[in-house]
């Protein structure tokens, strides 16, 4: 069973920064996995989850508009956890982010991690 396990969020106020971290480990079907992609997703209250940032096992990157300049995503293989560096936080960006893994053993799998709440303070 593979777990994602989240951490990092907390409360900071508006231009603050955090370091969100997700890592994925167990096995699928008893096999050993890999990263193929992992996107940190966010949703506030009241709306839709959206895609916040994409980072494949290559380190290629994609970001929203929204988040672009102050949001960086990294991954380290090795460790299957991935990293959203958040800085110039603003209080639009309070939601719970998620962590979402596309993993490979022989085929694709995909898992979600249970959210971290991130609240930021004017």
């Known amino acids: 069973q593979v777990q994602l396990v989240e951490s990092g969020g907390g409360l900071v106020q508006a231009g603050g920064s955090l370091r969100l971290s997700c890592a994925a480990s167990g096995s699928i079907s008893g096999s050993i996995f890999s990263i193929n992609v992992m996107d940190w997703y966010r949703q506030a209250p009241g709306k839709q989850r959206e895609l916040v940032a994409h980072i494949t096992s290559g380190g290629r990157t994609n970001y929203a508009d929204f988040v672009k300049g102050r949001f960086t995503i990294s991954i380290d293989n090795a460790k299957n956890t991935v990293y959203l560096q958040m800085n110039s936080l603003k209080p639009e960006d309070t939601a719970v982010y998620y962590c979402?893994?596309?993993?490979?053993?022989?085929?694709?799998?995909?898992?979600w991690g249970q959210g971290t709440q991130v609240t930021v303070s004017s």
């Open positions: 979402n893994a596309f993993l490979v053993a022989g085929t694709l799998y995909n898992y």
